[in-house]
Nanobody, 125 residues
């Protein structure tokens, strides 16, 4: 069973930066494909970006440039950095383990194998 624990959410001012972390366990690191979804208030969960088990990153088109996914293999952690945050970035952010990054890029929530409990990000001045 995969266990995903997010951290790093909170209140951030517009224009600032934020880094979310996801501690992953339950499978060997190179067998996991880890990604991020988010769910803005009143909206459906949507894919943000993903890192394949080979270390390749991909992002939903609308998020390219401001979002960066990276991994710390020594800590079994994948991070999501958000730069120049906007009020529309306000959402619950969820770490996921998926079979393939296309699940994230197409926001196919029903195909996600494992979800973290989520961490809330609120962008407000």
């Amino acid at each position: 069973q995969v266990h995903l624990v997010e951290s790093g959410g909170g209140l951030v001012r517009p224009g600032g930066s934020l880094t979310l972390s996801c501690l992953a366990s339950g499978k060997t690191w190179n067998s996991m494909t880890l990604g991020w979804f988010r769910q803005p208030p009143g909206k459906r969960r949507e894919g943000v970006g993903c890192m394949s088990r080979h270390g390749r990153t991909s992002y939903v088109d609308s998020e390219k440039g401001r979002f960066t996914i990276s991994a710390d293999y020594t800590e079994d952690t994948v991070t999501l950095q958000i730069n120049a945050v906007e009020p529309d970035d306000t959402a619950g952010y969820y770490c996921v383990d998926v079979e393939d990054c296309v699940i994230v890029s197409t926001s196919s929530i029903d195909a996600v194998e494992w979800w973290g409990q989520g961490t809330q990000v609120t962008v407000s001045s």
